[in-house]
C-alpha cells in the first residue's frame, strides 16, 4: 500500500506539501498542487488511511458540488430550491452529526478539476449529485474511482447508480391536462435547460398532456429557459409578442413562473383570469407570491433527506434495494392562478 512518502517521492516535493494539499491549504502553488493529485491518482494512494480516523477512515463529512450550467442571467446563486434541498440533506445530517459540505462551479474543465480534488483527496466520504445532463461526465468519473455516490435524478445508467427522482413527465403533464379542463388549447411552455437530462423526461410529459387534451403543439409556444426569474419574464414577454399568444403557460420551476407572471401583468393582463401560469416545484414564496401560484408540488425538503439515508448506506456498504431506485409521484397544487 503506498504511503504519503511515496506520494511525495513521486511529485517531487516534501511530505508537508503533500500533507498539504490534503488539508485544502490554498498556500500551495496550483502547478504543485495539480503535480500531488496526479501522484494520488498515479498510486491510487488513499490519504483517509491516515489523515482520518485511523479507526473508521472517514471525515464524517458528505459534499454537494453544485454545477452553474449557464451565466446569462443572474439570481442563481440564491435558488429557494437548492437552498430547500441542502436544508433536507443538512437536517438528517444533523441527526448523525455528519458535516456537510458545498460547492458552486462552473461547468467546464473547473467543474471536472474540483470532482477529482475532492474525491482524491478524500475530502468527503461521499456526494450527492445532481443537476444531471445526458452522459454525465461526473458520473463515469465517480464510477471510475469507485467513489460512494447518489444522485438526485434519473441518471443514464440506472443499473450501476443508486439515485431518487420526481416524475417530472407526471408532473408536466397534471399541469397540461389540468389546463386543458379549463379550456386552454393554446399553452405555452418553458422548458429546462437543453443540456439538463431532466428536459427530454419533461417535453415527453408536456407533449403526453397536448396529446390528451387534443390540442396542437405549436414551437412558436415553445422557449428554453435557465430556471431563473429573468428569463421567465422575458420569455413570457416574446411569447405576449406572438400574433397568437398563449392562453397559458406551464413553467418548469416557480421562479421562471414567478417571471412570466411579471411579464403578465406588466402588460395590464391579469394572471389566472386572462393567462393561467402553472410552476413546479412548490417552494415557500409560491403561496405567497401575488397571485398565489398554482404549482406541481416536489417534496424537496424530504428527498434531501431520503438522499442523505441513501448516501449514508452506499458509505456503509449497506444493502439499498428498494431505496436505490426511487421515483416520487408530484402533486398539483391549485391556486389562484389559474381559474
Known sequence: MPTIRD?????????????????????????????VLDAIEALNFHPSAIARSLTTQRTNTIGMIRTELRHHFPGAESDPFILDLIDG??????????????????????????????VLSRQVDGLIVFALRDNDPRLAFLREKQFPFVVFGRPDSMTETNWIDVDGAHGIELAVTYLGKLGHQRIGYLSPPGEQFLTRLRWQGFLSGIKKIGADIDMQLVLEGDFTERSGEINTHQLLDLEYPPTAIVCNNDRMAFGAMRAIQSRGYTVGHDIAVVGFDDITLSRYWHPPLTTIRQPIREIGQALFHLLLAVIEGLPTDGLGAQLIKPELQIRESTR
Open 7 to 35: 506520494v511525495a517521492k513521486h511529485a517531487k516535493v516534501s511530505v508537508g506539501t503533500v500533507s498539504n494539499v490534503l488539508n485544502g491549504n490554498n498556500n500551495v502553488r496550483e502547478e504543485t498542487r495539480q503535480r
Open 89 to 118: 440533506v443538512s437536517s438528517a445530517a444533523e441527526e448523525t452529526r455528519t458535516g456537510v459540505t458545498f460547492w458552486t462551479i462552473p461547468v467546464g474543465s473547473a467543474e471536472m478539476e474540483l470532482y477529482r480534488d475532492v
